[in-house]
Structures are given as C-alpha cells and as structure tokens.
C-alpha cells in the first residue's frame, strides 16, 4: 500500500519527517518533492530498493545515480574534490544542481558510472529534503520522476500518486510539484560542463584557481 503525506513546504510537520525515514530505514522507496522536479529515493545501500527504482525508471545500471545530501559535510567522503572544485559546489549550492565528481573509495561501486567511477551529488534548497535528512541522519540515493516513453518528470502529485500506487511506499507533496529537473555540472574534467540544463541558471560558472 501507498502512503501518502503532506507536508509544509517551509515548517514540515516533524511527526511525518520521522514517519517518513521509517519508512526509508525499512527499505521503502519514495517519492518527494525538491526545489526542481520530484525525485524516487531511498537509502543508500538499500540494494533491493534501488532495484525497484530502476524497474521504476526502466534504468540500466550505467545510470548516473544522485546522492542527495543535506549540506556539504559529507562531501570529501563519497568525492574527491580539490580546492577550486569545492569553491565551485559551495558557490552553487543549496540549489537545482547536480555535480559529478570523481567518486571515492566509500561509494558502493554499484552506485558509480561504470566506467568512469564518478558520482552525482547534490544539496537541495528544500527545506522538506533537508528535515528528511535530518530526521533519517544520512543522505538519500535518488533520480528524477520521469517514467518510461515519459519526455519529462511527473508535474502533478495526484497524477504520480496514480501511476505509482503499490509500486512506491510513500508519496511526499507540499504543493504543486517542480517540472523542471536540475541543471547537470560534470566536474570531472578541467573545467566545469554542462551536460543538461534544467532548472538552475548557469550564467557565469566557472573554476577558480586553487
């Protein structure tokens, strides 16, 4: 069965936050709003989880997962970053972005790009995302709404809640739903590339020194 909460966008109800990460914890999947377009998440490390949110996705495994974190102090421990990469996360974030990074030795490898052991990741401006976190006390493993033969994410909670029933465990609303997914930034190489425009502005963007 689907559950299904709302939550305010601005003060949510700590009652359903800690509702909400027991359900992560037992290894459910859900879906929740961000500040672009909803994500499927789960816990990182749930292997049979993310096994339902590929079914989900109809994904692959060379698919680039994201880690969604609260801040950034997590991450020097699943990115190798140097001084300028870090400067150019901390600039950009909380935000519509995601950043791939050269991933570390902490990253469950099934997580990484196959062949380029890289790792997205991602700090939300949303206050729902971050009482989630806080409330779970880790970052979550997630990708975009978007279903097979879809052109672009689920908009509409009532229409997810639909589409998604008994195949997710939880849907999280607070309003309308983004439609718009993040601005994807490979940081892998010398200097910062756009490889998807969403969301997030991308005027001005560009490595300092170390």
Same mark, same amino acid.
């Given at each position: 069965m689907t559950q299904r909460f709302d939550l305010h966008?601005?003060?949510?109800?700590?009652? +359903? #936050?800690?509702?909400?990460?027991?359900? #992560?914890?037992? *290894?459910? @999947?859900? @879906?929740?709003p961000t500040d672009a377009s909803p994500v499927l998440a789960c816990r990182v490390g749930e292997r049979d989880a993310l096994t339902r949110i590929h079914a989900i996705r109809g994904l692959d495994d060379k698919h680039l997962m994201t880690l969604i974190c609260r801040d950034l102090s997590e991450l020097s421990l699943y990115a190798q970053v140097n001084t300028a990469q870090f400067r150019f996360v901390r600039e950009w974030t909380p935000g519509p972005y995601?950043? @791939?990074?050269?991933?570390?030795?902490? @990253?469950?490898?099934?997580?990484?790009?196959p =062949?380029?052991?890289?790792i997205g990741l991602r700090v939300p401006a949303s206050d729902?995302? =971050?009482?989630?976190?806080? $409330? #779970?006390?880790?970052?979550l493993l997630g990708t975009t709404l978007q279903l097979p033969g879809d052109e672009t994410p689920i908009a509409d909670a009532d229409e $997810?809640?639909?589409? +998604?029933?008994?195949?997710?465990?939880?849907l999280i609303e607070c309003g309308v739903f983004g439609s718009e997914p993040t601005t994807v930034i490979d940081l892998?190489?010398?200097?910062? +590339?756009?490889?998807?425009? *969403?969301?997030?502005?991308v005027g001005g963007m560009? +490595?300092?020194a170390d």
């Open positions: 966008p601005d003060n949510p109800q700590p009652r +359903l #936050l800690r509702q909400a990460a027991e359900i #992560l914890r037992k *290894g459910g @999947v859900i @879906v929740m995601t950043f @791939v990074l050269p991933a570390t030795r902490e @990253v469950p490898r099934r997580l990484m790009h =062949s380029r052991r890289s729902l995302v =971050s009482g989630l976190i806080a $409330a #779970l006390g880790e970052p $997810a809640f639909a589409r +998604l029933t008994r195949r997710v465990d939880l892998t190489g010398d200097a910062p +590339l756009i490889t998807r425009i *969403g969301k997030g502005a560009r +490595l300092q």
